[in-house]
């Protein structure tokens, strides 16, 4: 599954590509999952609309939009004069229409030059005014498309939250410190490899209560966040599934893990060997000698 770093790698892939295009009109498939607003909001929204730039909101893809497209390509205003003419007067900035993409498991977006083969799995294609074409494909289809107005993540970003606001968001927590890095709601993109190499670098356990964590703890820990994010970001995110960036190109080189994926190996650090436990159903690693 793409974690913070792929994605923000990903919405800067795809901000550079088609930043100020317009999207002319919207396939969509036939395949209900993929869509988390009605196919007909999707469409109405999208249409006719400049993209006015490309961002990751935790570990979503918000297109903003805005109005100002060139209404249609001349073969559509044929075949549906007044179209364009139909559309309400452009809303204020408050209101600007966003196009919210989570790629789930398997989704990619791809910028495709329409003559190249539609691929299986497609569930979306917005036809760019550049000719070009962007595409939703996802076989595995928890990815989910939406649009919204105003969007924002449940959870703060933990590359903007300020140490006081990301200490009171553990404080008193009953759950692992693995357990809370993971919940979206309190920290909106951190997945599970990130957490378990920033509780490396902070020297925690990852079982351990978040609400044991003295306050030097958690601002150790908040650093190693940032740090392993960065890091992973500089490097384009980390692959280890079948992801590609919005080009449609593998091209992504692997943060080092220290103990992610190194069960039984030796810890980089001390050479105790990598331990494994479940917490919440998910894989943890750790140093046991490093970690407290
Ligand atoms: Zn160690």
New binding site residues.
Partial sequence: MPELPEVETIARGLARRVTGDVIESVWLGSKPEPLKSPAADIVSTLEAKRIAGVRRVGKHIVFDLENGGRASSPVRKERWPGRARAKTPAPTSSTKAQWVVHLGMTGRMLVSDPSAEVEKHTHAIAKLSSGRELRFVDPRRFGRLSVTHGFQAAGSEPLDVQLDRFVSLFRGRKTPIKSALLNQKLLSGVGNIYADESLFRAGIRPRRRAASLTREDLRRLYLAVQEVLKEAIALGGSSISDYVDSNGEEGFFQLQHRVYGREKEP?L??K?PIKRVVIAGRSSHY?P??QK
């Fill in positions: 810890c650090v001390c105790t140093c000698r490093c």
